[in-house]
T-cell receptor
Framework: EAGVTQSPTHLIKTRGQQATLRCSPISGHTSVYWYQQALGLGLQFLLWYDEGEERNRGNFPPRFSGRQFPNYSSELNVNALELEDSALYLC???????????????FGAGSRLTVL | QKEVEQNSGPLSVPEGAIASLNCTYSDRGSQSFFWYRQYSGKSPELIMFIYSNGDKEDGRFTAQLNKASQYVSLLIRDSQPSDSATYLCAVTGMGMGTDKLIFGTGTRLQVFP
């Protein structure tokens, strides 16, 4: 069974540009989560999509956005890039049957975004 | 106050010893608690989760939950150098229908031979 896949692995952009990151969940998983992991700051919750809908978002500005497609894959868009957006962006998926009490997330390998 | 707090470490233990990792959380409504392990340059991987007060054992790992004191811990018995990694505590957040997982910043464990 294929795990959570993310692309690109690395991305280098300059300030003001836009970045698009992509994620394919494990087959059968309908929920996709995005986290930002900046150096020394731990995993910060960005967005949660389930069944094509945004269910929750973290404390990030609106220039961080995303969507989930009918096949449950997802993309994260970051507009007007700033230097502090440089981080590892992790996508995770979970199965619909686990409910609110058991959010077992499986993470992808991440996309490392560098903003120059 | 941070929602999930962990000592950043590093916690250094000799091979074969018990490593004890602790985590406190601020939201009394939290329901599910997770421990993830993250090797340097890799993504987090689930070790175990716990919902009820008390202990839960899985091989060399034991998770302990005390909701009254709002802490959760992870014990690693017979620590091995391969256990050297950052251990992330995660807690389900509070809110209507929210299932987001809030992570601590992690504790770096070093197991030396």
């Amino acid at each position: 069974e294929a795990g959570v896949t993310q692309s690109p692995t690395h991305l280098i952009k300059t300030r003001g540009q836009q970045a698009t990151l992509r994620c394919s969940p494990i087959s059968g998983h309908t929920s996709v989560y995005w986290y930002q992991q900046a150096l020394g700051l731990g995993l910060q919750f960005l967005l949660w999509y389930d069944e094509g809908e945004e269910r929750n978002r973290g404390n990030f500005p609106p220039r961080f956005s995303g969507r989930q497609f009918p096949n449950y894959s997802s993309e994260l868009n970051v507009n007007a890039l700033e230097l502090e957006d440089s981080a590892l962006y992790l996508c995770a998926s979970s199965s619909p049957g686990q409910g609110s009490g058991a959010n077992v997330l499986t993470f992808g390998a991440g996309s490392r975004l560098t903003v120059l | 106050q941070k929602e999930v707090e962990q000592n950043s470490g590093p916690l250094s233990v000799p091979e074969g010893a018990i490593a004890s990792l602790n985590c406190t959380y601020s939201d009394r409504g939290s329901q599910s608690f997770f421990w993830y392990r993250q090797y340097s340059g890799k993504s987090p991987e689930l070790i175990m989760f716990i919902y009820s007060n008390g202990d839960k054992e899985d091989g060399r790992f034991t998770a302990q939950l005390n909701k009254a004191s709002q802490y959760v811990s992870l014990l690693i018995r017979d620590s091995q150098p391969s256990d050297s990694a950052t251990y992330l505590c995660a807690v389900t957040g509070m809110g209507m229908g929210t299932d987001k997982l809030i992570f601590g910043t992690g504790t770096r464990l070093q197991v030396f031979p």
